[in-house]
């Protein structure tokens, strides 16, 4: 559906709905657990969260960095103008925005981190050790856990809940990272994986390039998934102080994230060539029973 066609208010959420669930089938789903009130708010911050994901991995390749980077710049300018109480009224994202910004009070602070953390891929800095991965991570990853508080708990409690949400994200950022080496390489010639441990596991950028799975890669991505592990459990008790409306639903969402990691093992850790990717039963099944730590054991024996 084009934003041309969006005649009604009915049209443009059935519009936002549909993007959110076409680019996250995970985190949409998991969305369903939630409240009904929030669902359509969150679906809109994940329009803004894709609008500027999209430049830094999408519209670079037909523009260029620096054309990237200026567009990057206008969203920037366009979110200070929704935040201020001036959203841009061509666009349904801003006016939305805008709305849920004026029923639910969004903090600024990580939706300006996200749109830092896209700047990061665009200037092309590397992830050379284990806390920039950490730091990165937490621009583009941390930042979301910690928009979503507003729609989850009493705003009152954003401080104390804020690092527990964003280990939340950063585990996530760090999962996406895990399943997505090879395409990351293939399509946007970026590696997210730390030099220094694929130093450590003698693996090359080559080896990625050319789809190889040598030798040491299989540890290597164990000690990212082991870096993305402590992060979830780091998240539990956070999630556990969130109201049971809410509690549901965002357990239901780290619970299907993690179990992509499983999955990587399933594929023999062949990231490079595959996609892993969790089955909608399974996911379901995860909601009610968190098995996750005995099929790791039994896909690592």
């Known amino acids: 559906m ?40 969150i679906a809109t911050l994940y329009l803004f969260c894709r609008r500027v994901d999209s430049i830094a991995d999408q519209r670079v390749l037909e523009v260029g960095a620096e054309e990237a980077l200026e567009e990057v710049s206008t969203v920037h300018d366009r979110l200070n103008a929704t935040l201020a109480g001036r959203p ?23 939706l300006v981190e996200l749109i830092e953390g896209a700047e990061w891929d665009l200037r092309d800095r590397p992830i050379e050790t284990k806390q920039d991965l950490i730091d990165y991570s937490n621009l583009v990853g941390g930042s979301v856990g910690a928009m979503m508080i507003p729609f989850l708990s009493d705003n009152e409690r954003f401080d104390a809940l ?21 395409e990351d390489i293939e399509h946007l010639g ?35 998934m082991q870096a993305a592990e402590e992060r979830y459990r ?16 965002i357990r ?6 993690r179990e992509i990691l499983n999955e990587v093992r399933a594929n ?34």
């Open 268 to 301: 023999e850790y062949d990231n490079l060539n595959r996609r892993a990717y969790v089955s909608t039963p399974r996911k379901l099944l995860l909601v009610a029973y968190d098995n996750y730590d005995w099929r790791k054991a039994r896909l690592r024996a």
């Open 190 to 224: 970026r590696v997210y994986l730390p030099t220094d441990w694929l130093e450590e596991h003698d693996v090359s950028r080559e080896d990625l390039t050319q789809g190889r799975c040598v030798n040491g890669y299989s540890a290597l991505l164990e000690a990212a």
């Open 2 to 41: 084009s934003t041309a066609t969006l005649d009604t208010r009915a049209d443009e959420n059935q519009w936002i709905w549909e993007s959110f669930r076409y680019h996250s089938r995970t985190f949409s789903l998991a969305a369903r657990f939630l409240p009904r009130s929030v669902q359509m708010p």
């Open 88 to 110: 841009p009224d061509d666009e349904v994202l801003w006016r939305r925005l805008g709305e849920v910004h004026d029923q639910y009070g969004l903090h600024r602070e990580p």
């Open 162 to 182: 804020e690092t527990a949400a964003r280990k939340l994200g950063i585990a996530m950022q760090i999962t996406n990272i895990v399943r997505d080496v090879g």
């Open 234 to 249: 780091e998240s539990y008790e956070g999630i556990a102080a969130l109201p049971f409306r809410t509690r549901v639903g």
């Open 252 to 257: 239901a969402a780290a619970r299907m994230y």
